[in-house]
């Protein structure tokens, strides 16, 4: 399952990845944030996957960082805030996947993710 909110006035996304998360749910994210008339793509973002679990396989990652790359509607500075290998494994992939097409940092820890992108993304997150 996957959710988003759009904070306009701090310019960020705050999306949670949650139970079984398939690669149809992150296209759906995708269009569904791009579609968004509240968003922009100068926007940043934290993607939570801490309770997520990933039913993607590798070639599904690399497919969706190729879309998000291609379709240019991200040009903000993205956190992707795991925990467990596998997400971590998959965060480096796709991170690698969109190359210099924006910025995307994988972090363990909310305070790594909050200094990144300059909020502080505790109570965001809850």
């Given at each position: 399952?996957?959710?988003?909110?759009?904070?306009?006035?701090?310019?960020?996304?705050?999306?949670?990845?949650?139970?079984?998360?398939?690669?149809?749910?992150?296209?759906?994210?995708?269009?569904?944030?791009?579609?968004?008339p509240a968003y922009r793509p100068s926007?940043?973002?934290?993607?939570?996957?801490?309770?997520?679990?990933?039913?993607?396989?590798?070639?599904?990652?690399?497919?969706?960082?190729?879309?998000?790359?291609?379709?240019?509607?991200?040009?903000?500075?993205?956190?992707?805030?795991?925990?467990?290998?596998?997400?971590?494994?998959?965060?480096?992939?796709?991170?690698?996947?969109?190359?210099?097409?924006?910025?995307?940092?994988?972090?363990?820890?909310?305070?790594?993710?909050?200094?990144?992108?300059?909020?502080?993304?505790?109570?965001?997150?809850?």
């Amino acid at each position: 399952m996957v959710r988003y909110t759009i904070h306009s006035a701090l310019n960020l996304v705050v999306a949670h990845f949650n139970e079984g998360v398939s690669a149809q749910d992150v296209l759906g994210f995708f269009e569904g944030m791009r579609d968004d008339p509240a968003y922009r793509p100068s926007m940043n973002g934290v993607v939570d996957m801490r309770q997520a679990v990933s039913q993607l396989v590798a070639e599904e990652v690399r497919a969706l960082a190729q879309f998000a790359a291609e379709g240019a509607f991200k040009r903000g500075k993205w956190a992707l805030l795991v925990t467990d290998p596998k997400s971590t494994a998959f965060s480096m992939l796709y991170r690698q996947g969109v190359g210099e097409s924006y910025a995307v940092q994988v972090f363990s820890s909310v305070d790594g993710a909050s200094e990144f992108l300059g909020h502080d993304l505790a109570a965001l997150l809850d």
